[in-house]
């Protein structure tokens, strides 16, 4: 069997990470780097052993590319992808596929009619513990499920660059819990989201986020996301059901303690790249397994749009002040327009 050979977009602190990913999983190739950033291009290029370029365009039409990891700021997404797909390449897109709902559903059509697979950066669907949590809970060990908690917090502030081009909170950081959401119980019925500015973010931004979510079987979520928790990087879920808990503390490197007097002092992880390590790499190989075997990937681009359009429930929560309701995601992308009122 060839090799897949795939093309890095965007080598800043993700697509660094898939490149690196790419050099070591069997049966994949990282053919070509590429950034609109020359310096960056070349040194990623140097650093991988691989072409490098500045053109995206360009690569999407090069015959030898089979697929393309996108992981360029938000707002291109939507477009890069698009543009992959018409050429019928394979797409492993970061989250979110599209700076909003609309430009996610048009899309997932483009996807559609090109026939390639499209896989979408929820990580969380390929880490070992999240994947044991999810299996364990639609086996029933738990019984049914009552409440879904989870934080997902970042040590300090991305860069202002960063912010400007993330879409905000909710569609950022949120999303990445909205869709573990549907994943560990179901579909979404309901949405309440509250947000607080931070005097570390510039324009406005929220720092902490707080979803309220009542689940269509009748389960309630409470998550928070927060881009300034100072402590360390933390992404811990439980799930309660009628019979038991599953509870995922997310911070793999609290091992080492150091006791004294005055208690015992154990280190977070300081980032997400720290905590999802092994998580990134699996989901590049299930990319790989996806195009080879022609499979359906673990995280769709419908499971993109359904996270999209309830991040968008989030942001309409929060800017009027309101509870909102979300019609059932299992819908076709055409209806998926009027899905929010
Ligand atoms: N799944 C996760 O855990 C996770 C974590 C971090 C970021 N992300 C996602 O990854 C994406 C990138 O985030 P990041 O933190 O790596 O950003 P970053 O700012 O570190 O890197 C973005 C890179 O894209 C390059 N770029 C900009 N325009 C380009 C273009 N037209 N063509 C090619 N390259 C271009 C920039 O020069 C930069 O090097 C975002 O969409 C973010 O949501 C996901």
Known sequence: VN??????AGLGRMGTIHAASTCSVPGVELAVVVDADHHVARAAGERFGVAWSTDYAALVGDPGIDAMIVATPTALHGRMVAAAATAGKHVLCEKPIA???EEAVDVLDVVARAGVKLQ????RRFDPDWEAMAQR??????????????????????SPEYLRASAGIFRDMAIHELDAARWLIGEV???AAYGANSAELPNGELGTALVVLRFAGGALGALDASRVA?????DSAEVVGTRGTMRLRGNRATQLARIDQAGSLKRWVPDWATEHREAYLREVEAFAVAIREGSEPRATGADAVA????????VTAHRERRTVRVAHQAMTAGAMHHAQH
């Not at 090799?3 to 890095?8: E, L, P, S």
């Not at 996270?307 to 989030?314: P, R, Y």
């Open 120 to 123: 979408v950066g929820f990580h």
């Open 137 to 158: 809970i639609a086996g029933g060990e738990i019984g049914e499920a009552i409440l879904y908690r989870a934080s997902l917090r970042d040590r300090c502030p991305p």
């Open 3 to 8: 090799r897949v050979r795939i093309a890095v």
């Open 189 to 191: 019925e309901e949405a």
């Open 307 to 314: 996270a999209a359009q309830l991040a968008e429930a989030c």
């Open 99 to 101: 700076g909003g709902l």
């Open 230 to 234: 100072g402590y360390g990087y933390e």
